[in-house]
């Protein structure tokens, strides 16, 4: 038996992926890594790392794959990657490091880049989140968000999933990612997370989300709307009590994408 891993990283592969063979290469060469590969297709070819450990999903998405991963991981704290995203050189150590010196965080994250198919960068996830991004200028090191983290998680999109870390057992107790939410669970979950618990940043673009043709963008866009409409009604009146203003950049975010899309409010 292996020893105990000190950070679980849970991919799923649903689907299959072209790209996964990549992402798996851009998890850094630390040892005590265990990597739970979540796989719907039973043609899946394993990537060339020791490290990973494949898991039989049962083809019920993404959300119900990471609960799967979620359950059996050995490692007190998780990292999650989306099959087709990318971690830059040094990621898993900053945030091993920093949990390793502030036990108590619930969750942290950190910027990401948009990157197309095609290599082109379009800036990163925070530099695009105006409210955030005025709010903690200048920082360059790790901190905590404080204590209307929530608010700060409601207003924009802050967290790419694959930048989070997390304490496993904490998401365990949460109940992990509500598959009928869809593309929404993530969102739903790190606000969870911050009602409990400090949540940290690290305002390095340590991680790359691939961006989908636009074509595919759409199709998938009107349901992550509506899961995003059902999480910000959930947790609206939490937000309400820490920060007025961030239940307007959530409204004004929501309307934007429906412009986006030409549905109606």
Sequence with gaps: ?????EISIIIPAVGGSAALHETVASIDPH???????????V????????RVI??????HGPNVARNLALGVARAPLVAF??????????????????HRTRPQLGLSFTDQALVTADG????SILAATAHFAERHAGRSLPFCLGEDALAQVFAEEIIGTSTVMANAALLRALGGFEPGLSSGAPWNLWLRVAAVAPIACIPRVLAELRLAPLARWRIDARNR?????????????????????AVRHCTARLLVTEAELGLAA
């Design 1 to 5: 038996m292996h020893p105990a891993p």
């Design 43 to 50: 043609d899946t070819v394993l990537p060339d790392d020791p």
């Design 225 to 245: 709307l509506l899961a995003m409409r059902e999480v910000a009604l959930r947790h609206r009146q939490a937000a309400l009590l820490l920060d007025v203003d």
């Design 120 to 123: 082109q960068d379009h800036g």
């Design 54 to 59: 494949p898991l039989r999903g049962a083809g």
């Design 81 to 98: 990657m989306n099959p087709a995203d990318r971690w830059r050189p040094g990621r898993l150590a900053a945030q091993l490091a920093l």
């Design 31 to 41: 040892e005590a890594v265990e990597i739970l590969l979540v796989m719907s297709c």
